[in-house]
């Protein structure tokens, strides 16, 4: 399998960030663009601790993704690869570009989440 920017599907389009998403096999593969910071505390609300519960494995390429905890933030930058368990609540900040691995089902059980929760907003 194979992906690249151009033959992802969009699943997001906001001014504030383009998502691109496919799923493989049992995990879903996410290239992210941030146009403005995002801080999507609220979206969580409803979730254990109000925090995503799925877990993730990526690498930054351009800019800065911090992961906020309930007892520490993790800051990544250009070039860093990390592992974000779950409890945690991103923050991407506008510039950055990543690459993100998380395990489908545990993320499509999030997002059912957020989307009640953005229809709401």
């Known amino acids: 399998m194979r992906g690249s920017r151009k033959d992802m599907p969009v699943s997001v389009d906001l001014?504030?960030?383009?998502?691109?998403?496919?799923d493989w096999d049992g995990m879903?593969?996410?290239?992210?663009?941030?146009?403005?910071?995002?801080?999507?505390?609220?979206?969580f609300k409803g979730l254990p601790d109000d925090r995503?519960?799925?877990?993730h494995w990526g690498y930054v390429v351009k800019g800065r993704l911090r992961y906020r905890y309930a007892?520490?933030?993790?800051i990544y930058k250009a070039g860093d690869a990390y592992h974000a368990p779950p409890?945690?609540?991103?923050?991407?900040?506008?510039?950055?570009?990543?690459?993100?691995?998380?395990?489908?089902?545990?993320?499509?059980?999030?997002?059912?989440?957020?989307?009640?929760?953005?229809?709401?907003?």
Request: hydrophobic share 30%; aromatic share 2%.
């Open 87 to 121: 409890g945690h609540v991103p923050v991407v900040e506008a510039g950055c570009e990543y690459v993100e691995f998380s395990p489908t089902d545990p993320l499509h059980k999030t997002m059912e989440v957020v989307e009640k929760n953005m229809k709401s907003a």
């Open 15 to 22: 001014p504030e960030i383009k998502l691109r998403q496919v």
């Open 71 to 74: 007892d520490r933030e993790e």
């Open 52 to 55: 995503c519960q799925c877990p």
């Open 28 to 43: 879903t593969v996410e290239l992210g663009n941030a146009r403005k910071t995002v801080d999507p505390a609220p979206l």
